[in-house]
């Protein structure tokens, strides 16, 4: 934990929400706080508060890119139920920073093209360059999440997504790619009332669409095919970190905090010049 | 000019700003606020204003598109010698909104293989799609400025782009995206101190090109560059905007205001619901 950007978490995010050896979903109760304990209020300033930092190290980690070679990036996977909050987290906590850095991309259902490829085909296309922050809203793993709920592959596809996805993650954390893999957890219930506040104003109609309640029929399946994602690929390279996020506010600041966490390993630093301070100096005042 | 987003302008910026019939480069003043006259103070906070107005008429245009085929788009073009406030514009312009709505592509020196297509092959991959707000920092425009400044296509290559870039964004038009060019305007001294500073500053050294200064002793071939563009490619369908950009805060309230105003001329809706509300209500309710 770092003194400059947990200082109002009363424990270190990252152990308290990472996926380790035993963990059970079912365990994790949705609207707890994991190490924090101050309050959607005060989560709110601490959120604006960490903006600034994060904006900050991303600008760091930008600019060193540039100059080095094979410089770091940052990889946010975030994958959830409907409704759960990943546009929240990608407006909130990324839209924080400067677009010229972020990398998003939002992976709907695969198109023809998509599925005569394997998998990790347009997974690898989107995949961050150096110094940037890249933010997957869904991912590969909608591969054996949806995939294995509605048997859109037979089980040994699906069992060899998993070492697949472990191979590929493994690859890009060795060149330089911080995984911050993130599930949103809302509860059945919670679902259930954003669903019908979209229903209920015409201004989120947009947002609707029927199948979320054909998916959500299917929760106990999910439940039980993201279990399995978490004891096949939480992995030292690429950990799962489970986010509590019936309270929106508390969702942002944890995975900022994350976010904060990669970043300040990652320690990124302005870069020196690569050509002579004074020499262009000198050349500039001349013109 | 609307009452809502343009209040606090003595003159409504759009016409202000547009390269009309007769326009000389040269007798535009960068140091000027066309249409503004609250200074720099005021002109942060109507900044911030205008933001709020700026981030609701994007969810309207993108939720407009998820439902209703064919959607309008808003495409913004960003030109300008090298340190006249293009990254800040996406910044602190465009960055107030949702990165989810946003296409943003920064156009650099062509690569070989793009070399060996039409240059307008590597453009056309990024023009956004329905719904979205694009912008290009640098774009198609390079291929007739630096290509004319440095010799980089035969005379007759140029004359022919002229005439490509307006079937171009003609074509673009008449599918709905509504085309926001705009050139940012300093002045050579103003290009001087920005970049001595950023030789001043080792945290603004990786910001600093020593190309830029050999560009920079083409200047006067850049404005006549850029004159040339004006006079053949500002069209109806796709105008050209010089805005003065030596005040930082009155370029990017400047943008701001053209953006409205195109996002306001689209009036994007809410979209109505494509599914029955009170089924789906009771759909949901019984989960």
């Keep these: 934990m770092t003194a400059t950007s947990q200082k109002h978490w009363t424990g270190d995010p990252s152990p308290l929400l990472r996926v380790g050896e035993g963990f059970r979903l079912s365990d994790v109760d949705p609207d707890a706080t994991p190490g924090y304990e101050r309050g959607k209020k005060s989560g709110a300033e601490d959120l604006a508060a960490g903006a600034a930092q994060f904006d900050e190290l991303q600008e760091r980690l930008f600019a060193q890119s540039r100059v080095q070679d094979g410089s770091p990036a940052v990889l946010l996977v975030l994958q959830a139920m409907d409704s759960a909050g990943k546009g929240g987290i990608v407006r909130h906590v990324i839209g924080a920073t400067d677009p010229q850095g972020v990398h998003l991309t939002a992976f709907k259902k695969p198109t023809d093209e998509e599925l005569g490829h394997d998998f990790l085909w347009r997974i690898e296309k989107e995949v961050p360059g150096p110094g940037y922050i890249g933010v997957f809203d869904r991912s590969h793993y909608e591969d054996v999440l949806i995939g294995r709920v509605r048997g859109l592959a037979p089980a040994d596809e699906i069992e060899r997504r998993y070492v697949a996805i472990n191979e590929f993650e493994n690859r890009l954390a060795g060149r330089g790619v911080h995984l911050v893999k993130v599930m949103l957890h809302i509860s059945g219930d919670e679902q259930k009332s954003r669903l019908m506040e979209r229903l209920e104003r015409p201004d989120k109609h947009w947002k609707y669409n029927p199948g ?51 970043l300040e390993r990652i320690d990124p630093q302005w870069p020196t010049a690569d050509f002579d301070v004074q020499a262009e100096k000198a050349r500039l005042a001349a013109t």
Tied chains: 1, 2.
Excluded: G, I
């Excluded at 959500?216 to 489970?242: G, I, K, L, N």
């Design 212 to 262: 979320d309640v054909d998916e959500r029929q299917e929760w106990p399946a999910y439940m039980a095919a993201y279990q399995h994602v978490f004891d096949r690929t939480s992995t030292d390279a690429a950990p799962w970190f489970v986010v509590p996020a019936n309270a929106k506010w508390y969702a942002r600041l944890a995975v900022q905090a994350l976010l904060l966490d990669a």
